[in-house]
């Protein structure tokens, strides 16, 4: 096991530089750096430090069964639901994506087609349209975009997704929390 190259992972992730871990964790830099280089090994009561800091426990650091060895996926691996009412079909492109960081998915609108309004979240979205056109409303302002647009807000405030085009449209749409 490389307890380095995790600390590393999990530093970056939280956004935080060598010496602002180190900071929080009263450890100098350079031995912040060999920790992550493997050429030092941390002692017990330093590690759950580092791991209190960097927002996880014990038991979810050294658990290498959630680690996700696939990296690409096929139809098999994707998750259709369909809305008749509301005229959408949302596909989740990659198996449990709502347990990481991003959630990618490809809705088809039919004509007049709506997804539901989303509570304000701290999660941000990106939407490139594929085909037709999409309204996307955040708040009280409205925006359209076409095939070939993207689109990237975060969802602070209440927002909806609506087919915008006189037939089909069709949208990739990634999410940074989940949400859907």
């Known amino acids: 096991m490389e307890i380095g190259s995790k600390i590393k992972s999990l530093r970056l992730k939280k956004g935080l530089t060598q010496e602002e871990l180190g900071e929080r964790t009263d450890l100098t830099k350079g ?3 060999q920790l ?7 002692s017990i009561e330093t590690l759950f430090a ?13 658990d290498d069964s959630k680690k996700n060895l696939n990296v690409v996926y096929s139809d098999e691996d994707q998750t259709i639901f369909q809305d008749d009412d509301s005229k959408y079909s949302i596909r989740w492109l990659v198996p449990r994506s709502n347990e990481n960081d991003m959630e990618p998915v490809y809705i088809t609108f039919r004509e007049k087609g709506e997804f539901k309004r989303f509570e304000p979240s701290l999660a941000e979205t990106f939407i490139y349209v594929l085909k037709g056109k ?15 647009n993207a689109v990237y807000y975060d969802a602070s405030e209440h927002h909806r997704l609506l087919n915008a085009f006189e037939g089909t449209t069709e949208l990739l749409l990634v999410a940074t929390e989940s949400y859907l």
């Open 31 to 33: 031995h912040i750096s």
């Open 36 to 42: 992550e280089r493997d050429l030092s090994s941390p």
């Open 50 to 62: 580092l791991l209190e800091v960097l927002g996880t426990t014990p038991k979810d650091f050294f």
């Open 134 to 148: 999409v309204k996307i409303e955040i708040g009280d302002r409205y925006y359209l975009a076409s095939i070939g």
